[in-house]
Every structure is written in C-alpha cells, then in structure tokens.
C-alpha cells in the first residue's frame, strides 16, 4: 500500500512558478515510476512528466523546457516527489495528481496505480 499527498497548489499570475510536492508513504517494492498528471475542467486528465526508479524523466511536450519533476527517495518507507513549474500559462490551470505506477509484474497480481486527492492549480493571465 503507497499513500500519496499533494501539497504546493495555489493561484499564480502568467510567467510565474510554483513548486509542487508529494508526500509518498508506504511500501514502494512494486512502485515502479512516480509521475504528474493533470486534469483541467472538462478534460480527460494527463500525463505531465514521470520519472523512473533510474532517474529517467519523461514531459508532455506542452511542458517541456518549464516543468522539472525530480524524486528524493530516502529509503523504502518514504518518497518525496516535486514538480518545479515555471513559466506558467493560463493553460497550466488544472487539478494536479500524483501517481505511483505500480511493475508490470504486480499489475499481474492486481496491484493498481496509487492516487493522491489533487491539488488545485490556477495560472491567471
């Protein structure tokens, strides 16, 4: 079982940054990348950027060159995962979710993808 909490949303003018962080407990032996996605209203929702165990980052491409997500694992217990989103645009604005993906191996045995509850972020122009 993984815990995932969001925390760093909030409303910021065109041009700025916010950081987002998630909060990541439990055990972590089946979680094999830890990712951002989005949903603004009325839309499906989104991968943002996801980072591997290894260290490997993968952005949308609406994101890529402003948002940085990085992954401080401190050991099995704990995770903390950021996304750094700078040069904000209106179109930014969207609930964002962090993710824990589990191996494809305990997919197989029905281990599902860990949520957290979102936080709200709103880029005004």
């Known amino acids: 079982q993984v815990h995932l909490m969001e925390s760093g949303g909030g409303l910021v003018q065109a041009g700025g940054s916010l950081r987002l962080s998630c909060a990541a407990s439990?055990?972590?032996?089946?979680?094999?990348?830890m990712n951002w996605y989005r949903q603004a209203p009325e839309k499906e929702r989104e991968l943002v950027a996801a980072?591997?165990?290894?260290?490997?980052?993968?952005?949308?491409d609406s994101v890529k060159g402003r948002f940085t997500i990085s992954r401080d694992s401190r050991d099995n217990a704990e995770n903390t995962l950021y996304l750094q989103m700078n040069s904000l645009k209106p179109e930014d604005t969207a609930v964002y979710y962090c993710?824990?993906?589990?191996?494809?191996?305990?997919?197989?045995?029905?281990?599902?993808?860990?949520w957290g509850p979102g936080t709200q972020v709103t880029v005004s122009s």
């Open positions: 439990g055990d972590f032996m089946c979680i094999s990348a």
């Open positions: 993710n824990a993906e589990p191996r494809q191996t305990c997919k197989l045995r029905g281990i599902l993808d860990y």
């Open positions: 980072i591997t165990e290894g260290g490997s980052t993968n952005y949308a």
